[in-house]
């Protein structure tokens, strides 16, 4: 058995218990006995499951195909983003780096790891810091793309010129 096989193995376990528990709490268990239906309605009600049980199968056969796509589309983003030559930052609300591509990491002379959860601005010089808020402020009013050009510090070695741009 798979990992994935397991996890699915598991998660159907943990499902059926949480649906148990809800028709408890519902108060739908079992109210009648085997005597109160008749050999064509039992036959009826095995057919109803037996066509839901199909709908689920056929349910779970997309959600794994889905699944499968959504791996592969995040693989690809994953090599675009970390494979391109211009670096790229993803930033919260509060300019803390949340993710960085190597270019990136490269450029500000630092690993990726080093960048996580790191302010944005303290990669910025203090002759441009100025120029950086009024670049976020104008982006957050005016929630459009906007740029700016300033100076960055790579590592403690050097300077370079960055061109700033935010969606």
């Not at 779970?60 to 796509?69: A, G, P």
């Not at 960048?115 to 982006?139: H, N």
């Not at 929630?143 to 061109?163: D, I, P, Q, T, Y």
Request: aromatic share 10%; charged share 30%; proline share 1%.
């Amino acid at each position: 058995m798979q990992y994935d096989e397991i996890t699915l193995a598991n998660s159907s376990v943990s499902l059926r218990k949480k649906a148990e528990a809800i028709i408890k709490g519902r108060g739908l268990g079992w109210s009648i006995s085997a005597e109160d239906i008749s050999p064509k309605e039992a036959l009826e009600l095995i057919h109803e499951l037996q066509v839901h049980q199909i709908e689920l199968e056929m349910q779970n056969d997309e959600l794994l195909i889905s699944r499968d796509e959504l791996k592969q589309s995040k693989q690809r983003y994953f090599d675009l983003y970390n494979k391109a030559p211009v670096g790229y930052c993803a930033l919260n609300s509060d300019g803390l780096i949340l993710e960085a591509n190597h270019s990136a990491a490269k450029m500000l002379g630092w690993s990726r790891h080093f960048l996580d959860k790191k302010s944005i601005t303290d990669f910025i010089l203090k002759e441009d810091q100025d120029a950086y808020y009024l670049y976020r402020k104008k982006f957050f009013d005016s929630n459009r793309e906007v740029s700016c050009e300033l100076r960055m510090k790579n590592g403690e070695s050097s300077n370079f010129w960055a061109h700033l741009s935010a969606t």
